[in-house]
């Protein structure tokens, strides 16, 4: 039983990522016909830096997820301090309504979003898809705040006021650095969906592309072999920002169960 386990679970990941590492092969093939090997080569990696389109895209991809991510930790942070401070009542209204751009598919918020813009007669470009990122970026770093806020000292914050702390100066002092962990979690959730994001992006942006909606365009002509290269770099960036994230978590677990001990 539990050698077919293990040969279950080696099947589901190599049809996972059995063509994630046929991808990454392939972008170091020197040859631009797939069916043949050419040889190892970073040949497609220089012609990427080459592709202009591609570097705007680019641009565009990396602009929009900071620009995202920074709204999005400020107005998170400032959502959960607010949520978690609401009567029990209150407090499970707004974290439903905080659930819901998290649950829907991401083609409903895409259109409905694109509709608010139609509406609104918003020219669908770089403004909007940054707007749309930031709307669901938001509730990760939310719901990243929230753990920390639950666990920390409630009387801490009264205590700093009560000994003559301004509020503005206490949530500085004695709040944020108790729920720094969370706020950085969130923030790199939110770079993270927003690097990758195209469903979205491709419902409210016209003008503008970024790296997702160029490879999209890509793959309805020809596919040309930079976008192996391309892909690859983003597959590896994801992944990176993916095992910080994971490895924050279980630091931050492992120092509660040290407390707690």
Not at 165 to 180: G, N
Request: glycine share 6%.
């Amino acid at each position: 039983m539990k050698t077919l386990r293990r040969l279950y679970l080696a099947a589901v990941l190599l049809f996972l990522y059995a063509p994630i590492v046929v991808l990454i092969v392939y972008s170091f093939n020197a040859s631009e016909t797939r069916a043949v090997w050419g040889g190892l080569s970073l040949k497609w990696y220089a012609e990427l830096l080459r592709d202009e389109s591609i570097m705007q895209a680019l641009y565009v991809t990396l602009s929009v997820a900071a620009l995202a991510t920074i709204a999005a930790t400020l107005l998170g942070t400032i959502a959960a301090i607010g949520i978690h401070s609401m009567k029990s009542g209150m407090r499970a209204l707004f974290m439903n309504i905080t659930n819901l751009p998290m649950l829907m598919p991401d083609i409903v918020t895409g259109i409905s979003l694109m509709i608010l813009f139609l509406f609104a007669q918003v020219p669908r470009g770089y403004g909007t898809m940054l707007m749309a990122h930031i709307t669901f970026d938001t509730p990760y770093v939310i719901f990243s705040v929230l753990p920390r806020l639950k666990r920390m000292d409630k009387n801490l914050y009264e205590a700093a006021l009560d000994l003559g702390c301004p509020p503005a100066k206490a949530l500085r002092k004695v709040i944020l650095p108790e729920i720094l962990p969370g706020v950085v979690t969130g923030a790199l959730l939110s770079f993270t969906m927003s690097l990758d994001d195209f469903v979205i992006s491709y419902f409210t942006s016209v003008r503008t592309q970024n790296l997702s909606m160029l490879i999209y365009s890509m793959t309805r002509r020809k596919v040309p072999p930079t976008i192996n290269a391309l892909s690859t770099i983003m597959f590896l960036t994801v992944l990176a920002l993916l095992l910080l994230i994971t490895g924050r978590s279980n630091k931050a677990i492992t120092k509660k169960g040290g407390f707690r001990r």
